[in-house]
């Protein structure tokens, strides 16, 4: 089942799982996607993307960029 026919499902699931503590999660999916490997690995991936950009925006820059300064 996958394909845009699948985006409430995968919206559904996804909702469900990002409240959770990461560890509980594989659990979450299990239940929830059950042996609907596509619908997981959708999840999996947004899930991923989530993390990856709290983690990005979580993250210090190592100095600071100076966009804001006119360049001569």
């Known amino acids: ?5 699948n985006w409430p499902r995968v919206q559904e699931v996804f909702a469900d ?3 959770l503590p ?5 659990a979450c999916l299990a239940s929830a996607c059950g042996d609907d490997a ?7 991936m947004l899930l991923d993307s989530q993390d990856w950009a709290r983690r990005f925006l979580e993250t210090t ?3 600071p960029l100076n966009v804001l300064q006119p360049t001569a």
């Open 38 to 44: 596509s619908l997981r690995e959708q999840v999996e």
């Open 1 to 5: 089942m996958t394909g845009p026919a």
């Open 22 to 26: 990461a560890w509980q999660r594989a």
């Open 17 to 19: 799982a990002v409240a």
């Open 61 to 63: 820059p190592k100095r």
